[in-house]
């Protein structure tokens, strides 16, 4: 069982820029693809960003391409997700999550989840 946390989250204005931090725990954090979801209020939740277990790969969702960037050190167990020029419609919560080891980026393979934190973008 992967345990995930994530923090960074926060209230900032259109234009800014904030990271994303989440913490890992569990036999195969540095086996597992990592992601980050987001769900917006009476959205479904979306992928928008991965990264493979060797970091070679990474997805980016056509909304946030070009403006965040995923990052992973296996060594401390922790996934970061750099948002730039941020928009009102970035608002939502952001989760972390895991695949199973060695799983490809595809969001069906992401089965473990943190909470989510929360990221306000005002206009």
């Known amino acids: 069982q992967m345990q995930l946390v994530e923090s960074g989250g926060g209230l900032v204005q259109a234009g800014d820029s904030l990271r994303l931090s989440c913490a890992a725990s569990?036999?195969?954090?540095?086996?597992?693809?990592m992601g980050w979801f987001r769900q917006a209020p009476g959205k479904e939740r979306e992928f928008i960003a991965g990264?493979?277990?060797?970091?070679?790969?990474?997805f980016y969702a056509d909304p946030v391409r070009g403006r965040f960037i995923i990052s992973r050190d296996n060594a401390k167990n922790m996934v970061y997700l750099q948002m730039r020029s941020l928009k009102p419609e970035d608002t939502a919560v952001y989760y972390c999550?895991?695949?199973?080891?060695?799983?490809?980026?595809?969001?069906?393979?992401?089965?473990?989840w943190g909470r989510g934190t929360q990221v306000t973008v005002s206009s």
């Open positions: 569990g036999r195969t954090v540095s086996r597992s693809a």
């Open positions: 990264i493979s277990w060797s970091g070679g790969s990474t």
């Open positions: 999550a895991a695949s199973s080891a060695y799983a490809g980026l595809s969001a069906a393979n992401f089965n473990s």
